[in-house]
Antibody, heavy 115, light 109 residues
Framework: QVQLVQSGSELKKPGASVKVSCKASGYTFTSYAMNWVRQAPGQGLEWMGWINTNTGNPTYAQGFTGRFVFSLDTSVSTAYLQISSLKAEDTAVYYC????????WGQGTLVTVSS | QSALTQPRSVSGSPGQSVTISCTGTSSDVGGYNHVSWYQQHPGKAPKLMIYDVSKRPSGVPDRFSGSKSGNTASLTISGLQAEDEADYYCCSYAGSYTFFGGGTKLTVL
């Protein structure tokens, strides 16, 4: 069965960087695009963008350019989200979701940014 | 581009039907038959319930149905059950981008 397993919670100070991983199993990694979705505490879902798992080409949503980077390591079927120059407002649960229709979701990774 | 517009909350009694609306524009909901719906229970990841406006993934009960008219998509849940109480989000493709609705909290009375 398809599974997306994300890395554990992170506590970071403002200005630091964080890298969240999303390891896929149960399917051919390059068969599905990988999306990233943010959910701030008590808020709704926000699409951050997606990465083409065949070409590695990323597309970033408005508001997620510059400090946010999507990457892949297809040898281990893993997608990554790196956020640099962290701010308090980056505190959120970050989800990876595979498929054009967000068919499969990771369990989410809580990133807390606090001094 | 703003998020798609959903009612903040809806409610219904067990066995009843409820409909959640999702209003966008001709650039997203109205322009593509690529609207999906997600159910999210507290502390859990979202789950795909409807895709391509009205298609159900395997395993989703047929009590859940989707439709679209113009720039507004709808999710209807019939025969409400206690476990349907959750947040529901619509999502629409919009060319190179994708947008979520603000979410609707469904309360089963």
């Amino acid at each position: 069965q398809v599974q997306l397993v994300q890395s554990g919670s992170e506590l970071k100070k403002p200005g630091a960087s964080v890298k969240v991983s999303c390891k896929a199993s149960g399917y051919t990694f390059t068969s599905y695009a990988m999306n990233w979705v943010r959910q701030a505490p008590g808020q709704g879902l926000e699409w951050m963008g997606w990465i083409n798992t065949n070409t590695g080409n990323p597309t970033y949503a408005q508001g997620f350019t510059g400090r946010f980077v999507f990457s892949l390591d297809t040898s281990v079927s893993t997608a990554y989200l790196q956020i640099s120059s962290l701010k308090a407002e980056d505190t959120a649960v970050y989800y990876c979701a595979a498929g054009t229709d967000f068919d499969y979701w990771g369990q989410g990774t809580l990133v807390t940014v606090s001094s | 581009q703003s998020a798609l517009t959903q009612p903040r909350s809806v409610s219904g009694s067990p066995g009843q039907s409820v409909t959640i609306s999702c209003t966008g524009t001709s650039s997203d909901v109205g322009g593509y038959n690529h609207v999906s719906w997600y159910q999210q229970h507290p502390g859990k990841a979202p789950k795909l319930m409807i895709y391509d406006v009205s298609k159900r993934p395997s395993g989703v009960p047929d009590r859940f149905s989707g439709s679209k008219s113009g720039n507004t998509a709808s999710l209807t849940i019939s025969g409400l059950q206690a476990e349907d109480e959750a947040d529901y989000y619509c999502c629409s493709y919009a060319g190179s981008y994708t947008f979520f609705g603000g979410g609707t909290k469904l309360t089963v009375l």
